[in-house]
């Protein structure tokens, strides 16, 4: 049973920096594409930032994030993680992680479709 629990989130004010984790475990990790998504009330799930075994040359980010946002993975720690520094007012949302057990992502930022497994969220609050 594949299971991703997310953690980091809290309240910031803009300018500042949050760095998220996903704990994966049930033999997905080592093989799977994984991505951060987020959702911001009365508005769709968004792509966030993607990667997958290729490690940073293979991550692919949402424009919003690009310059901002890091997306890692410690293959021994089964751990992904999400580096968001310079962060703003509309960086407000719940924040998932998602995997799907392909090797490889598809090019560009991540779809929700392309994804079968997702963690529970982790609050990001960003104040002015």
């Known amino acids: 049973q594949v299971q991703l629990v997310e953690s980091g989130g809290g309240s910031v004010q803009a300018g500042g920096s949050l760095r998220l984790s996903c704990a994966a475990s049930?033999?997905?990790?080592?093989?799977?594409?994984m991505a951060w998504f987020r959702q911001a009330p009365g508005k769709e799930r968004e792509g966030v930032a993607s990667?997958?075994?290729?490690?940073?040359?293979?991550?692919s980010y949402a424009d919003s994030v690009k310059g901002r946002f890091t997306i890692s993975r410690d293959n021994a720690k089964t751990t992904l993680y999400l580096q968001m520094n310079s962060l703003k007012p509309e960086d407000t949302a719940m924040y998932y992680c998602?995997?799907?057990?392909?090797?490889?992502?598809?090019?560009?930022?991540?779809?929700?479709?392309?994804?079968?497994?997702w963690g529970q969220g982790t609050q990001v609050t960003v104040s002015s």
């Open positions: 049930g033999n997905i990790y080592s093989g799977a594409c």
């Open positions: 990667i997958d075994r290729g490690g940073s040359d293979s991550a």
């Open positions: 998602a995997a799907v057990p392909y090797s490889y992502c598809y090019p560009g930022p991540p779809r929700t479709s392309h994804f079968h497994y």
